[in-house]
T-cell receptor
Framework: DTAVSQTPKYLVTQMGNDKSIKCEQN?????MYWYKQDSKKFLKIMFS???????INETVPNRFSPKSPDKAHLNLHINSLELGDSAVYFC?????????????FGSGTRLTVV | GNSVTQMEGPVTLSEEAFLTINCTYT??????LFWYVQYPGEGLQLLLK?????DKGSNKGFEATYRKETTSFHLEKGSVQVSDSAVYFC??????????FGAGTILRVKS
């Protein structure tokens, strides 16, 4: 099936650990995003890559580092996890930076830091 | 900066009731506007969009009209179903196709 797939779906980890979330899309899109959804459902963009180039880098702690090995993949690495990092992280993709097609979202990774 | 304000939820309706979820925005210029829907345990799905003033977006019985004079993009549906229960997000597009979302409105439809 064509989709945006994220792994893992659930991640429970201790404070101070380092973890990664992977995202892959097979839609042929060239732009990918990471969004964070907090416990109140509020969504905020973190990063965006277009053809492996970082184009949006919002004010997030530098413990968060995105990596795009190719335009079909955008991974998120988080160092020294903190309790406040607990959230649902969504990956999304779009064709270019045009809004004509909107975003396609993955189903999310629920990160719980204990 | 740009922002989107949605009515607070949860909104609880009986099946076949009329739905309105209010959305207003603050932005420079006339950005494209969107409604996304998030079903339990899933990612967001594009519901409808409008790219210029007076455009009406529609999908699955939902409609929203881009009103620049009131900077609004209210979501409506004439007869809701239990399967419409979800969280609805209004959003506007900024540069680089960055979406700015409202806080989301939970809709619960009872049979």
């Amino acid at each position: 099936d064509t989709a945006v797939s994220q792994t893992p779906k659930y991640l429970v980890t201790q404070m101070g650990n380092d973890k990664s979330i992977k995202c892959e899309q097979n839609l042929g899109h060239d732009t990918m995003y990471w969004y964070k959804q907090d416990s109140k459902k509020f969504l905020k963009i973190m990063f965006s890559y277009n053809n492996k180039e970082l184009i949006i880098n919002e004010t997030v702690p530098n413990r968060f580092s995105p990596k795009s090995p190719d335009k079909a993949h955008l991974n998120l690495h988080i160092n020294s996890l903190e309790l406040g990092d607990s959230a649902v992280y969504f990956c999304a993709s779009s064709q270019g930076t045009s809004d004509y097609y909107g975003y396609t979202f993955g189903s999310g990774t629920r990160l719980t830091v204990v | 900066g740009n922002s989107v304000t949605q009515m607070e939820g949860p909104v609880t309706l009986s099946e076949e009731a009329f739905l309105t979820i209010n959305c207003t925005y603050t932005a420079t210029g006339y950005p494209s506007l969107f409604w996304y829907v998030q079903y339990p345990g899933e990612g967001l799905q594009l519901l409808l969009k409008a790219t210029k003033a007076d455009d009406k977006g529609s999908n699955k019985g939902f409609e929203a009209t881009y009103r620049k004079e009131t900077t609004s993009f209210h979501l409506e549906k004439g007869s809701v179903q239990v399967s419409d229960s979800a969280v609805y997000f209004c959003a506007l597009r900024e540069y680089g196709n960055k979406l700015v979302f409202g806080a989301g409105t939970i809709l619960r439809v009872k049979s």
